[in-house]
């Protein structure tokens, strides 16, 4: 059979319907049954080359539940949310649990105006061996370990410039 | 269980970092290469059930009667295929376009175009058995992007799908056939290679074929991975 390629991706622009974005950044509840595991809020500031907070950029995270699995009927692990006026997003979920070799982590999506497509990056919750991370050069492996605050892990992103956060190309 | 890996991004058919005309782009597209990661189960996982959060509802945003949107009525048939051809149903796909006269339903929109109080411009559909989702709205308007001195943007629909994995999400444009403001469009020609920028414009349908009253154009989304339908052992 022929391959096809893949669509070329493109901006989401700035007028990405605000509906889409509200209702989806808590994934402690899940078709009405509660997830188990460590309760935890992930909140962060997305920022550009200038320093700017960025405003209504799209976030999506996709993590395993709290045993390491993905995608079950008590929690399903996909999430999105969007940056407010002061550039910062939130959720609400459980701390993913390590599996097939991965340390806990979160996967993260970004998607906004000016960028011409997806930004993938990961966070983790502490320094710790995984393919992933190792991959990333050391120097700038602490900007993909969240800070915690009890129980909120913060984790900012910084598009481009001072203390870039690493992205990844798959 | 994960799916088989995805190949690599071809550079030529995707666009990517600072492109000319285009100033958000130096501002947010990262100064550091991309780092080059393996993929995991975590990445060859996705939401299968993505419409159970994200609930959906028919593709009509033209209306009808004396609630009809302005402007060009159009019919767009949008599919869902893998890179091997094969449909994904149960896609999850949203859409978004501004009204006949360039404006969108958005606090963010300065462009001062008039609003269509009958069109609301986004819908969000989910793919059948045939990766097919049909969409009845109206064809937006182009309309100017502000400080550029002089970039319009030509006629598009933005389009929002989720593959089958974490890696194979796709936010996209499709484009309309025949708009001379394609040939200037710093967006659509960010894509290098002419043939996957042409992919980016519908093909508009015979007029004898569907309905009457409507212009029908097909498009093709092509996600990323393989053997959409059966999970793979």
């Known amino acids: 059979m022929k391959r096809l390629i893949p669509t070329a991706e493109m901006t989401i622009g700035p007028f990405f319907p605000p509906e889409f974005t509200q209702g989806t950044n808590d994934l402690t509840v899940f078709d009405g049954r509660k997830a188990a595991g460590e309760v935890i809020e992930i909140i962060g500031r997305v920022t550009q080359l200038d320093g700017k907070a960025l405003d209504n950029v799209v976030v999506e995270i996709w993590q395993a539940d709290s045993k390491g699995r993905h995608d079950n009927a008590e929690f399903q692990g996909w999430g999105r949310a969007a940056t407010d006026a002061d550039g910062v997003y939130r959720f609400r979920t459980v701390k993913p649990g390590a599996h097939d070799g991965r340390a806990p982590h979160i996967n993260f999506l970004l998607l906004y105006s000016g960028l011409m497509r997806q930004l993938q990056t990961v966070m983790f919750f502490s320094p710790a061996a995984d393919p992933v991370l190792d991959a990333v050069p050391v120097s700038v492996r602490p900007r993909l370990i969240a800070k915690r605050e009890g129980t909120v892990y913060r984790f900012d992103i910084r598009l481009r410039g001072d203390g870039e956060t690493p992205f990844f190309d798959d | ?233």
């Open chain 2, 1 to 233: 269980m994960p799916h088989l890996s995805l190949d690599r991004r071809d550079p030529a058919t995707q666009s990517e970092g600072v492109v000319p005309g285009y100033a958000q782009t130096s501002q947010r597209w990262p100064s550091q290469p991309l780092v080059r990661r393996p993929q995991t189960q975590s990445e060859l996982t996705g939401p299968q059930n993505l419409a159970r959060r994200l609930g959906t509802v028919r593709g009509d945003l033209a209306g009808h009667g004396a609630k009809r949107a302005l402007g060009q009525l159009i019919h767009v048939r949008a599919r869902v295929v893998d890179e091997d051809g094969v449909p994904v149903s149960g896609a999850v796909v949203e859409v978004w376009h501004c009204n006949a006269a360039g404006k969108y339903i958005h606090p963010n929109d300065t462009n001062d175009a008039p609003a269509d109080l009958n069109l609301y411009g986004a819908a969000r559909m989910l793919t059948g058995d045939s990766g097919l989702v049909e969409l009845r709205t109206i064809k937006p308007g182009a309309y100017p992007v502000p400080d550029t001195g002089g970039w319009w943007r030509p006629p598009h629909v933005h389009f929002s799908v989720w593959g089958k994995v974490w890696l194979a999400r796709l936010v996209t444009q499709m484009f309309f056939p025949g708009e001379p403001l394609n040939e200037f469009d710093a967006i659509l020609n960010a894509v290098r290679d002419p043939e996957a920028r042409a992919r980016c414009i519908a093909r508009l349908a015979p007029t004898s074929q569907g309905p009457a009253v409507a212009l029908v154009y097909e498009y093709q989304l092509v996600v990323r991975g393989r053997k959409a339908a059966p999970d793979m052992p």
